[in-house]
């Protein structure tokens, strides 16, 4: 499920297994700001791991109904994430002629 969004890091994603939450930080270091996702283990509240992100903000979060992925918007672009370990499969990104994909290793 998702609660939230906007880009202002009020986005929160939960696991469909109740066993990991996914949420955005935004944080202000040397001037700039630096966006990431945290995962956190919904019974300990420690955080699993981090994900670092090339732009600011995240409008919304949402894992898929079997848990394997992660996919997070930014603008026009949604990226899709392993959830296991948060790296980076694909990316839709919307423009005047439709939708493009890319995939991590172009």
Same mark, same amino acid.
């Given at each position: 499920?998702?609660?939230?969004?906007?880009?202002?890091?009020?986005?929160?994603?939960?696991?469909?297994?109740?066993?990991?939450?996914?949420? &955005? %930080?935004?944080?202000?270091?040397?001037?700039? *700001?630096?966006?990431? @996702?945290?995962?956190?283990?919904?019974? /300990? $509240? +420690?955080?699993?791991?981090?994900?670092?992100?090339?732009?600011?903000?995240?409008?919304?979060?949402?894992?898929? &109904? %079997?848990?394997?992925?992660?996919?997070?918007? *930014?603008?026009?672009? @949604?990226?899709?994430?392993?959830?296991? /370990? $948060? +790296?980076?499969?694909?990316?839709?990104?919307?423009?005047?002629?439709?939708?493009?994909?890319?995939?991590?290793?172009?």
């Amino acid at each position: 499920g998702v609660l939230g969004g906007g880009a202002d890091g009020s986005a929160i994603a939960c696991s469909h297994d109740s066993k990991t939450v996914a949420m &955005p %930080d935004l944080e202000l270091n040397n001037q700039r *700001v630096v966006a990431a @996702i945290t995962f956190l283990d919904t019974a /300990t $509240g +420690k955080q699993l791991r981090r994900v670092d992100l090339p732009s600011n903000g995240v409008n919304s979060l949402a894992f898929s &109904p %079997d848990g394997k992925w992660l996919a997070h918007n *930014v603008n026009n672009k @949604i990226f899709l994430r392993e959830a296991d /370990t $948060g +790296k980076e499969v694909r990316q839709f990104v919307a423009n005047a002629g439709g939708w493009q994909t890319r995939n991590d290793t172009e």
